[in-house]
């Protein structure tokens, strides 16, 4: 059931691999990435949400958000930003970064075909290769699982760095690399959706039993067979006795734990989840509002409007054009 839910959102949500760097560090080397305000403008245009992610293919390094604690990397691990926070790598601790300059990533896409090739510290041999990378996707309206995420990741296995599929990715992102064969910004661009979803399938299988949460709930069986039931039928007239009924719990302790792992009532998330479905058919199709509505549990098209306005701040057509609050 929540392997399920987790899919149905990755798909809604629309997980896209953008851009792709093969960076080598000369110690000693530290750099500052750009803020993510600064880079979604350059290499993913319309995108509301930015990832970034560095694997460690060779070496050993350091990653942090800006002013954050550092983590240590070996090869075989990859850190992953959930939020495109900006951060720093490093050969060491205490380092002075550089910083990488727009003008720099702007020079870099317009070198050719991915990966593009970044150099960065002295004039030494290389000390540790890095595959770095972006993904976007959209965070708007609805996105519990970016919601959920914690800023950092860290995973892999640098006993064993070529085990598991981490261990696959860097192989097959550094074949991809080396030759550069037609098609291989796709493949590039693919392999990084994979390895985020990995990496997130991961860290869902590290979380404690009492931790709270959207991620948590997926795995809890009586939240979990409720979140895919909503997911898997959001036009059907679900109320909360149904509901109850369904996963095998009373109606009040349903609604207190379903409050307590989500965070929302499950009607409310319900109305949540169906406004992401149709910001998504709203977006991503030809599909006449009528149609949409009808597709997600609503009468009639005037209901769905108004409720569409309510929650997201403009009317269903401005929302097809292109004209987001905040956007």
Not at 29 to 44: G, N, Y
Not at 59 to 86: K, M, N, Q, S, W
């Amino acid at each position: 059931m929540a392997a399920d839910v987790l899919s149905d959102l990755l798909r809604t949500v629309r997980l896209t691999g953008a851009t792709f760097f093969n960076v080598a560090g000369r110690e000693p080397w530290a750099v500052e990435s750009l803020p993510r305000a600064m880079i979604l403008p350059r290499i993913l245009q319309g995108a509301s949400h930015l990832i970034a992610y560095h694997a460690v293919t060779s070496g050993r390094c350091y990653a942090a958000i800006a002013g954050g604690e550092p983590v240590a990397l070996e090869a075989g691990e990859v850190i992953v930003f959930t939020h495109g926070d900006a951060h720093v790598m490093s050969s060491g601790l205490g380092m002075h970064p550089d910083r990488v300059e727009p003008d720099a990533l702007d020079a870099a896409a317009a070198s050719g075909q991915m990966p593009f090739v970044i150099s960065c510290g002295s004039e030494g041999p290389v000390s540790t290769n890095l595959i770095c990378g972006y993904l976007a996707c959209d965070a708007r309206p609805f996105n519990p699982l970016l919601e959920n995420l914690p800023p950092v990741i860290k995973a892999g296995d640098p006993q064993n760095k070529d085990a598991g599929w981490l261990g696959h990715f860097m192989r097959f992102a550094a074949l991809e690399s080396a030759e550069k064969r037609a098609g291989g910004e796709s493949v590039l661009a693919k392999l990084s959706e994979l390895m985020f979803i990995e990496v997130v399938r991961r860290y869902l299988q590290t979380l404690p039993p009492e931790q709270a949460g959207w991620l948590a709930g997926l795995r809890d069986p009586f939240i979990g067979k409720a979140l895919s039931l909503m997911h898997a039928k959001p036009a059907q007239g679900w109320t909360i006795e149904e509901l109850a009924k369904q996963v095998g719990l009373s109606r009040s302790v349903l609604a207190e734990r379903f409050t307590g792992f989500v965070g929302m009532p499950p009607m409310h998330y319900l109305a949540k989840w169906r406004m992401q479905r149709a910001s998504e058919l709203l977006s991503g199709g030809s599909a006449n509002v009528a149609a949409i509505a009808a597709e997600i549990g609503y009468e009639s098209e005037a209901a769905f409007s108004r409720a569409f306005k309510k929650m997201m701040g403009v009317p269903p057509s401005l929302w097809r054009s292109g004209l987001r609050p905040g956007v």
